[in-house]
């Protein structure tokens, strides 16, 4: 069995990171949908805080290291159509966050028990949010990651990689000192 170049091997642990947020925006679809008429279980709360979890810290990870290793070299190409993408990822980031930090106060509540939250505004941002990633990843996978694939070079992907384990290790340590 012979290993993946090094540069797969990263791109194929962002890709992982995709998976689980693909896995963790329909989770969440879910239960806000079934919030329309019932209250979650105590099991289901506990896994929206959770979800809610990987995206205050893992999903924001990820946007970092792509903002620092995937999309300089997309920034840096000669192809206007990259450089675009490029440019709509990273501003995608930002409405992402604003998206998820609008959403954040009223999943809290409900992982909480709390009745205190705006189903409306709750699901109507959840619409947003799932079809913002939806949009995102697809344009990451059809262009940026295929483009930047190209560009890796094994001294850059080695950095990127330890610097990616770094931020990883530093966000455990203070979340489980907190």
């Not at 969440?28 to 008429?37: A, G, Y």
């Not at 920034?75 to 992402?96: C, P, T, Y």
């Not at 959840?126 to 996978?141: R, S, V």
């Amino acid at each position: 069995m012979s290993k993946l170049p090094i540069s797969h091997a990263l791109f194929e642990y962002l890709d992982e990171t995709h998976q689980q947020i693909q896995k963790h925006v329909q989770r969440l679809h879910t239960f806000v949908k079934k919030l329309e008429d019932e209250n979650l279980t105590s099991p289901e709360r506990k896994e929206l805080h959770l979800i809610c979890t990987f995206f205050e810290t893992e999903a924001r990870q990820h946007h970092l290291d792509e903002e620092k290793h995937v999309f300089p070299g997309l920034l840096a190409s000669a192809d206007e159509f990259i450089v675009q993408v490029a440019k709509r990822l990273k501003q995608d980031h930002g409405w992402l966050e604003e998206n998820w930090l609008e959403m954040y106060p009223h999943l809290d509540a409900v992982s909480e028990g709390s009745g205190s939250y705006d189903y409306a505004e709750l699901s109507h941002a959840m619409t947003i949010f799932q079809a913002l990633y939806d949009e995102h990843m697809q344009l990451e996978e059809d262009h940026a990651y295929p483009h930047a694939k190209k560009l890796s070079h094994t001294t850059d992907v080695l950095q990127a990689g330890r610097e990616m384990a770094q931020r990883r290790y530093r966000a455990t340590k203070i979340k489980h000192s907190a």
